[in-house]
């Protein structure tokens, strides 16, 4: 395992990244190129180690070529989600610090509005032909030599979080001034020895690489001097037909992907060769159980589970064979130790709900914002994400829900994603929200959110169809009491429902 740079050597013509829709690739001699004429264009600009830099861009080339040149020369690199608002753009741009920004043709319009020439403003660059404003990102490395700078250091990724619940917040790791070639213990632990990543690796990268886990494992293939093929945007068919073309030995996904590609007619879904993948690593929310047992069912025993944000402050991992002997659960620690609390910050026996929170982990920060790092660790220095789940006898830890998700109706707790997980089980549901609406007796009642496959069937018949299915599998009391129909539910492209986004348009506005 090393850095870019020497496989730059060793394997000057071997294709590091190609996307999978128009087939541009770099080699590992271009991508060592590229980042080196970025970090000197960096320092040429008199950025120092410990500076930030954001970018706002589409899946391509670009992306990575310019992460990796801010790896190099030290710096941190905010990449920002290309479905903000120009205002929630602005803000992270104001918040993270950058004193470069980078951009493309598609996303100028997001962030043309931000272009100053005030001194204290950020320099903003386009790659491709810049919009006017813009200084040509393209051109100003062009004119850099390839060679590396004489202050090489390792930057870190400083992403913020969704923002499903606020104001995204900002996660930055302490600066150390390493080696560029030191890789992360986690990755290396979940990607080469149990997903079996290695120098032969073909990843698929089917996620946008602003998030926190496709930009980490894709850089992660390429410290381990495998090829990554990146797609431009996730399709369900699209993803299994790549699988088969390039031999795809590894991805990491998220479970509305699975959800989507086991919902596939079952002649399209026999069409491909999947043999060839060894691993497949999912995240970023709890997979129904129903749905991996089905995914496990299809590709064999090679998903890989793991539970950890990108506060960095602990992970849980289980692969399939533990998860078989344990259905449902995200894992056991591998980092930190898990300890479930109760409201007074009380340890609570195995079985019994309450807020998860590690301990002995690694500490983090929301930056420009001690309170919301305060809120995040308890007195014992222990820290949550603000999730809630229990652990079993063998120290698997299995989750309910998040805490902010908790739907309170006549004094008992209810989590909603255990009826999500009932419900998108129906052949007639593409994806479902549920959460909590007011109840003047209750405090809360039950409401699902329901898009279907076909909306001309969006009915009170269905709807009650799919209240009598939830009755079948579910306790009365977690059964919505109502079911509204949208044509599409607000998820961010990495998966995660946007529920505030619901849940609001049914609670009173607050005076």
């Not at 040149?69 to 104001?94: F, H, P």
């Not at 990554?228 to 073309?245: C, K, T």
């Not at 999730?387 to 698997?396: A, T, W």
Request: some cysteine.
């Amino acid at each position: 395992m090393t850095h870019p740079t020497h496989y730059a050597k060793s394997q000057p013509d071997k294709i590091a990244y190609q996307m999978a829709g128009t087939g541009k690739a770099i080699t590992y001699r271009e991508l060592d190129e590229l980042s080196n004429q970025g970090a000197q264009l960096f320092r040429a600009l008199g950025l120092k180690a410990g500076d930030h830099i954001a970018l706002l861009m589409e899946n391509r080339l670009a992306f990575m070529e310019i992460c990796w040149a801010a790896q190099r020369a030290g710096l941190y690199y905010t990449a920002i989600s290309r479905y903000l608002t120009q205002d929630e753009i602005a803000y992270i741009v104001k918040d993270c610090g950058a004193r470069v920004v980078i951009t493309s043709p598609k996303c100028a319009g997001q962030i043309e509005g931000l272009v100053s020439r005030d001194p204290a403003a950020p320099l903003f660059y386009m790659v491709d032909q810049p919009a006017f404003g813009f200084r040509s990102w393209d051109d100003e490395t062009a004119r850099q030599p390839k060679t590396p700078i004489a202050d090489e250091v390792a930057g870190y990724d400083m992403l913020y979080s969704s923002g499903t619940t606020g104001r995204p917040k900002g996660i930055k790791r302490a600066h150390e001034h390493g080696p560029i070639d030191v890789p992360n213990p986690f990755l290396r632990l979940l990607c080469e020895k149990m997903c079996g990543m290695n120098a032969d690796s073909i990843y698929l990268s089917p996620a946008p690489l602003y998030h926190a886990a496709p930009l980490r494992f894709n850089m992660m293939a390429i410290t381990l001097g495998g090829t990554s093929i990146i797609m431009e945007h996730f399709d369900a068919e699209e993803f299994l037909r790549l699988v088969e073309q390039h031999k795809v030995t590894q991805s990491q996904l998220v479970p509305t992907m699975f959800v989507r590609m086991l919902k596939l007619p079952d002649a399209v879904r026999k069409k491909y060769n999947v043999s060839t993948l060894k691993g497949a690593i999912h995240a970023a929310a709890p997979c129904p159980v129903d749905v991996k047992a089905k995914m496990i069912n299809w590709w064999g025993p090679i998903l890989i589970e793991y539970y950890a944000g990108s506060e960095g402050n602990g992970v849980t991992v289980s692969n399939s064979q533990q998860w078989l002997t344990h259905r449902g659960t995200v894992g056991k620690a591998v980092v930190g130790s898990i300890k479930i609390l109760d409201e007074n910050d009380n340890e609570l026996p195995v079985g019994q709900i309450g807020t998860v929170y590690f301990a002995d982990a690694p500490v983090f920060s929301y930056h420009n914002d001690p309170e919301k790092t305060q809120r995040a660790f308890n007195a014992r220095g222990w820290s949550t994400l603000g999730d809630v789940g229990y652990l079993d006898d063998e120290g698997f830890l299995y989750l309910t829900d998040r805490k902010s998700y908790m739907i309170i109706s006549g004094g008992v707790n209810i989590y909603p994603q255990e009826t999500e997980d009932v419900l998108i089980t129906h052949p007639a549901v593409a994806d479902v929200a549920v959460f909590g609406v007011p109840n003047e007796e209750m405090g809360e009642e039950v409401k699902a959110v329901v898009q279907p496959h076909d909306m001309a069937q969006a009915n009170k018949l269905l709807a009650d169809e799919l209240m009598a299915f939830c009755r079948q599998h579910l306790s009365p009391i977690k059964c919505p009491k109502s079911i509204d129909f949208e044509a599409e539910l607000p998820r961010t492209p990495t998966g995660k429902l946007v529920k505030r986004h619901l849940r609001d348009r049914y609670w009173p506005k607050k005076a």
